[in-house]
């Protein structure tokens, strides 16, 4: 259990430094990185991070992945609560460091909502349930299976940070989000960062069950 939780602290840390960190310098040089630039980003530190840990952790770098795996019984319910406080500090941790790299960064990479925040909210549960149609059936829940599961859901993060980044910042992950908001004081809308991901996971899970034979999800 400690060198499966020590996978996500560093799992998460990984994925929040590098994802928010593009975010960060790409305001600092002015859009060198560019949005492309960001969300490739997020998918190879996605796909990097399956490929270093999947077979550790699982990998889930996420609080609503591993609450949807615990839904759909291929994570035990009683380890959630250690898998999202230690994606929380690995998020934390990253989110601190980018402060002091770059103090005066007014956001942090924080997923801040450019439209009506009903309408994020739904873009967002929308987007974690395809992200999570595609890990659900690339994993067992405890470790990421075949070869190509890494480029599986680092892809799906790529695609769907490409196009909807711009609108919710394509969240899909609560310790994402909370970190970077949470260290800039950029609180607004936080609470659809937190809730809209779980839901789609919980939806992504249902969607699975009906589709699929007993058992399989």
Request: aromatic share 10%.
């Given at each position: ?48 991070m399956i490929y270093a840990f999947g077979d550790i952790s699982g ?159």
């Amino acid at each position: 259990m400690k060198k499966r939780l020590i996978a996500e602290t560093i799992g998460t840390f990984g994925l929040v430094f590098c994802g928010t960190g593009a975010m960060v310098i790409n305001d600092f040089t002015g859009g060198v990185v560019t949005h492309p630039g960001v969300a490739i980003t997020f998918g190879l530190i996605v796909m990097g991070m399956i490929y270093a840990f999947g077979d550790i952790s699982g990998c889930h770098i996420n609080p609503a992945v591993t609450i949807g795996f615990a839904y759909a019984k291929k994570f035990p319910w009683k380890e959630v609560p250690a898998y999202i406080t230690v994606q929380l500090i690995g998020a934390f941790l990253a989110s601190a460091l980018l402060w002091y790299l770059f103090p005066t960064s007014e956001t942090l990479g924080a997923t801040l909502p450019a439209i009506a925040h009903i309408k994020v909210f739904i873009l967002e549960v929308l987007l974690t349930f395809l992200l999570m149609v595609v890990i659900i059936n690339v994993s067992t829940g405890s470790k990421e299976i075949g070869p190509t599961a890494g480029i599986a859901i680092g892809g799906i993060v790529l695609l769907e940070a490409m196009f909807a980044g711009p609108i919710t910042g394509a969240s899909m992950n609560p310790a994402r989000s909370i970190a970077p908001a949470i260290m800039s004081g950029n609180v607004e809308g936080l609470w659809i960062y937190i809730f809209a991901p779980i839901l789609g996971c919980f939806l992504a899970v249902v969607s699975c069950q009906l589709v699929k034979d007993d058992n399989c999800c």
